[in-house]
């Protein structure tokens, strides 16, 4: 598989209420500079919470 360039790079994200990592996303480093905070649907609890970035994936 072809290795891509660019600015976009793979993060995941932590739920801020039970700390589960239960999303990987994309973001472009260069026009999203600040860290993501997305409403996004947890399993464990079964509702919305708030999810944030947390680690840079390889």
């Known amino acids: 598989m072809a290795k ?4 976009r790079i793979l993060i995941a994200l932590e739920c801020t209420e ?3 990592r239960t999303y990987v996303t994309q973001k472009n480093k260069v026009n999203t500079a600040e860290k993501l905070q997305i409403m996004k649907f947890n399993p464990k609890l079964r509702k919305h919470t708030l999810h944030k970035e947390v680690q840079k994936l390889k």
Do not use: A, P
């Open 4 to 7: 891509k360039k660019g600015n």
């Open 18 to 20: 039970t700390g589960m």
